[in-house]
């Protein structure tokens, strides 16, 4: 589960440059030679900033915002209860970018043919849409909602089926990668982590495989691709608070960052990770290892959804059943 209102800015401090002054005779007369001590160390990027303009609410335990390009449509999925009841009450809406919601149940667990029980991530391959819910990707219309595909975790490829599958992107191939955050609630919701760490892959041929497994995952919530890097960037959810580069075929993930942890969704924004903490509520941008606090004052920030046409940061506030809409500047 991705299981957060105002910019921060950073002061850069200014280093202190000695000066040896070394005095050497001559004729002339004595001269003065400054020499710099001083190391030079490059200065964090700047604040980006960002300004809320949407608070929508009416949702009911959002996960997950994702802008469709094609339809020019925000779709974010509601658990609408427990992340781990099979329930059949979760629901995914359709909205605009003005902040109107343009259909609230536009794909309804329990109505017209359709099994959805607490939906997370969402991708979109033309005009398919993927959702991940719980241990089960299943597929819909995303112009229409109906039902098409449902991907179940229970073959031997998938190393014992999935635990509690989260976030979903596509690679270039058009393979579906999955994260299994590998976690659990007790009777008073607290989080247990039986395991296991896992990235599973879908095949154009929906076999399904474990593409990634082992606890340098740290709890693996958010998933995306890096086109730039040509790799994934995976964000911890658990207790090792760590950004991640990982490619398909890497023995394991390679940490590019540390942070407040508890870490929820992850996108690309430009040439920057943007990274959601429920530890802390904010949404931090990564740049070259070094982190600058965007957003803060943001409790229970979920999956978050970047829309590069308004260059905005889609946050769904899990516990308090609205989206924030942020422009970056």
């Given at each position: 589960?991705?299981?957060t209102?105002?910019?921060?800015?950073?002061?850069?401090a200014?280093?202190?440059?000695?000066i040896?002054?070394?005095?050497?005779?001559?004729?002339?007369a004595?001269?003065?030679?400054?020499v710099?001590t001083?190391?030079?160390?490059?200065?964090?990027?700047?604040a980006?900033?960002?300004?809320?303009?949407?608070?929508?609410?009416?949702?009911?335990?959002?996960?997950?915002?994702l802008?469709?390009?094609?339809?020019?449509?925000?779709f974010?999925?509601?658990?609408n209860?427990?992340?781990?009841?099979k329930?059949?009450?979760?629901?995914?809406?359709?909205?605009?970018?003005?902040?109107?919601i343009e259909?609230?149940?536009?794909?309804?667990?329990?109505?017209?043919?359709?099994?959805?029980?607490?939906?997370?991530?969402?991708?979109v391959?033309?005009?398919t849409?993927w959702?991940?819910?719980?241990?089960?990707?299943?597929?819909?219309?995303?112009?229409?909602?109906?039902?098409?595909?449902?991907?179940?975790?229970v073959s031997?490829?998938?190393?014992?089926?999935?635990?509690?599958?989260?976030?979903?992107?596509?690679?270039?191939?058009?393979?579906i990668y999955?994260t299994?955050?590998?976690?659990?609630?007790?009777?008073v919701?607290?989080?247990?982590?039986?395991?296991?760490?896992?990235?599973?892959r879908?095949g154009?041929?929906?076999?399904?495989?474990?593409a990634a497994?082992?606890?340098s995952?740290?709890?693996?919530n958010?998933?995306?691709?890096?086109?730039?890097?040509k790799r994934f960037?995976?964000?911890?959810?658990?207790?090792?608070?760590?950004?991640?580069?990982?490619?398909?075929?890497d023995?394991?993930?390679?940490?590019?960052?540390k942070?407040?942890g508890?870490?929820?969704?992850?996108?690309?924004?430009?040439?920057?990770?943007?990274?959601?903490?429920w530890?802390?509520?904010?949404?931090?941008?990564?740049?070259?290892?070094?982190?600058?606090?965007?957003?803060?004052?943001?409790?229970?920030?979920a999956?978050?959804?970047?829309d590069?046409k308004?260059?905005?940061?889609l946050?769904?506030?899990?516990?308090?059943?609205?989206?924030?809409?942020?422009?970056?500047?």
């Amino acid at each position: 589960m991705r299981a957060t209102v105002l910019c921060m800015t950073l002061a850069v401090a200014a280093a202190c440059q000695p000066i040896d002054r070394k005095r050497h005779a001559s004729n002339a007369a004595d001269t003065v030679v400054p020499v710099d001590t001083t190391r030079v160390v490059p200065p964090p990027p700047a604040a980006p900033g960002a300004t809320r303009v949407l608070a929508v609410a009416g949702f009911s335990t959002p996960e997950s915002v994702l802008l469709d390009s094609a339809q020019d449509i925000y779709f974010v999925s509601n658990i609408n209860g427990s992340p781990t009841a099979k329930d059949n009450n979760g629901f995914i809406s359709r909205v605009r970018p003005d902040g109107a919601i343009e259909n609230l149940k536009f794909i309804e667990g329990g109505r017209a043919g359709v099994t959805l029980n607490a939906p997370k991530g969402l991708a979109v391959v033309g005009d398919t849409l993927w959702v991940a819910d719980i241990d089960v990707v299943r597929a819909f219309n995303a112009r229409t909602g109906a039902p098409l595909d449902s991907v179940k975790f229970v073959s031997a490829g998938a190393g014992g089926g999935a635990v509690f599958l989260n976030d979903v992107t596509v690679a270039s191939t058009g393979a579906i990668y999955v994260t299994d955050t590998g976690i659990r609630f007790d009777d008073v919701g607290n989080v247990l982590h039986p395991g296991p760490d896992r990235v599973f892959r879908i095949g154009p041929d929906r076999k399904v495989t474990v593409a990634a497994r082992g606890d340098s995952l740290g709890w693996p919530n958010g998933i995306t691709v890096d086109p730039v890097g040509k790799r994934f960037i995976i964000v911890s959810f658990g207790p090792t608070k760590s950004v991640l580069a990982w490619k398909p075929g890497d023995k394991a993930p390679k940490v590019i960052a540390k942070g407040a942890g508890g870490f929820d969704g992850v996108v690309i924004a430009g040439t920057r990770i943007l990274v959601s903490s429920w530890t802390d509520s904010t949404v931090s941008a990564y740049e070259s290892g070094q982190e600058v606090k965007v957003i803060t004052g943001v409790p229970s920030p979920a999956d978050i959804g970047y829309d590069a046409k308004r260059n905005r940061v889609l946050i769904p506030i899990f516990t308090g059943n609205r989206v924030e809409v942020w422009q970056l500047q």
